[in-house]
């Protein structure tokens, strides 16, 4: 199974420390990738786009689903 954070009610000063939090566990873990669920806020979508770029990640939104990013660690 993929694992999956969703910011749905993350206020948006708070989705670093969240992602930075979900990010080191996956990434350091045995995962080839993760979902994160970002809603269509342009302004969070944005955020974590940010978050994952400074991480040398990028996220591709879902084939169903564009509130959905889907991010490979490895």
Excluded: A
Excluded at 34 to 40: E, K, P
Aim: aromatic share 4%; no cysteine; proline share 3%.
């Amino acid at each position: 199974m993929v694992p999956k954070i969703d910011l749905h009610g993350v206020k948006h000063q708070n989705v670093q420390r969240k992602l930075d939090t979900f990010l080191t566990e996956h990434m350091t873990g045995n995962k080839n990738s993760v979902i994160i669920v970002t809603g269509n806020s342009v302004k969070m979508k944005e955020i974590t786009k940010k978050v994952l770029s400074d991480y040398g990640l990028s996220g591709e939104p879902t084939f169903l689903n564009e509130g959905l990013l889907e991010v490979k660690l490895k």
